[in-house]
């Protein structure tokens, strides 16, 4: 969203202004624009509730939640945007989620600053309510930093290239989990066909995501049912992740995957606090990824950008009706330890009923390669489906 701008007003030199001659020596002046021109302000939230049933020998259960709620918005002052969300509807209760300012300092470059999404692969960066599938991969949920404050610079190589680079404190939404002195982050996106006006447009993306963690702990990585895949331990020192991979969008086709690899500290508690150091073990490596695609079944385009069917109107008669399917594959484990391993697939159909409404379910199938005393046995399924309302008023790419 962008600020009018206010056209200068014709010389009048000895022409009458309204109804008077003004001299030609007195200066004209140029009225201010509109303060609605001058400020623009834009909501921004979205809400979703979900029922799930699930379903695995012995046990099983089935649950209605609200699932997630985001409320927020900001202001476009020139070249300025301020943007603040609040999320609701989480374990904590309400917290911080978005606060950031971000400035288009020069036509190709743009620098952000405050609590945001760290620069990290194709699929964190994008709106989680807009996808195809109602739950994120398993591997990204793993490997994915969160959101930190820090500050970034983004530089867009016209529409071929864009790379971004970022450092943060070690501090916000995900302080508990990292515990961290300071993070670097950095990406690099292209898209080498861009030269297409209405040909297939590729997005190739690889970033990293480095840390340092001061008496934290490796991330807990839970299943798409909910249950922990992988507890998380005691951890000081360096983390690192990495992801590479990419999007090809073509008309009503999207297709998506990523290869996700991490490694994390880890220790051994020997006195019974885990706030204070202990003694080292062998790193925690984790390593798999998924792959995702797309159809738009009652003909309309997909936007890259945002991920949803291009509607002709807000009419219901012009809502949009697409498939996605998505297998992903990931394993955590370490040199002293045996890993865990998940296998999964999703199937799913989404009815973009309105430009701002969708409906959508999906069938869900996992395999673990190492059983968890939660589950009696390696293999499980269940169904979700649910309602969302979201606007788009974004500030920036991402969410």
Do not use: C
Not at 3 to 29: C, F, H, L, N
Not at 141 to 150: E, I, M, W
Not at 156 to 179: H, L, M, P, Y
Request: proline fraction near 7%; glycine fraction near 12%.
């Amino acid at each position: 969203m962008g600020t009018a701008s206010a056209e200068a007003p014709p010389s009048t030199g000895g022409a009458a202004v309204g109804s008077r001659d003004v001299p030609k020596d007195m200066p004209v002046k140029a009225s201010r624009p509109p303060l609605r021109e001058r400020f623009q302000f834009f909501p921004y939230g979205w809400i979703r509730t979900d029922a799930t049933w699930y379903s695995a020998p012995r046990e099983g259960y089935s649950n209605i939640s609200l699932a997630g709620a985001r409320i927020g918005g900001g202001v476009n002052i020139g070249p300025v945007t301020a943007f603040v969300t609040i999320e609701a509807a989480q374990a904590k209760g309400p917290q911080l989620f978005d606060a950031f300012i971000a400035w288009a300092a020069a036509p190709r470059l743009r620098l952000r600053a405050g609590q945001f999404k760290a620069p990290f692969g194709l699929r964190f960066n994008a709106p989680d309510l807009v996808d195809e599938l109602p739950r994120a991969p398993l591997s990204m949920l793993a490997a994915t930093p969160g959101r930190q404050v820090g500050l970034e610079v983004a530089y867009d190589f016209w529409r071929w290239a864009e790379v971004t680079a970022a450092v943060f404190s070690g501090i916000g939404q995900n302080r508990e989990a990292n515990n961290t002195k300071i993070a670097f982050a950095g990406k690099v996106q292209l898209n080498p066909l861009a030269f297409l006006q209405r040909g297939p447009q590729l997005l190739l993306v690889a970033s990293v995501f480095a840390y340092h963690k001061t008496n934290g702990f490796t991330p807990t990585v839970t299943t798409a049912f909910g249950f922990d895949f992988f507890h998380g331990l005691p951890s000081s020192g360096a983390s690192r992740r990495f992801t590479g991979g990419g999007g090809l969008f073509w008309r009503f086709l999207s297709a998506r995957g990523e290869f996700f690899y991490t490694y994390d500290s880890r220790e051994r508690d020997t006195d019974g606090d885990p706030f204070t150091p202990g003694d080292p073990l062998p790193q925690l490596i984790g390593a798999g990824g998924y792959a995702q695609i797309g159809a738009v079944v009652t003909g309309q385009d997909k936007d890259p950008a945002t991920l949803l069917p291009r509607l002709a109107s807000r009419r219901v008669r012009d809502s949009a009706v697409e498939l996605s399917a998505r297998f992903e594959r990931f394993r955590i484990g370490a040199r002293d330890v045996v890993g865990n391993g998940i296998l999964a697939t999703s199937a799913g159909v989404n009815w973009v009923l309105l430009q701002h409404l969708r409906v959508f379910a999906a069938v869900n199938w996992q395999r673990l390669e190492t059983a968890i005393p939660e589950i009696p046995r390696a293999t499980s399924w269940g169904v979700t489906g649910g309602l969302a309302g979201f606007f788009l008023g974004r500030a920036g790419r991402g969410d």
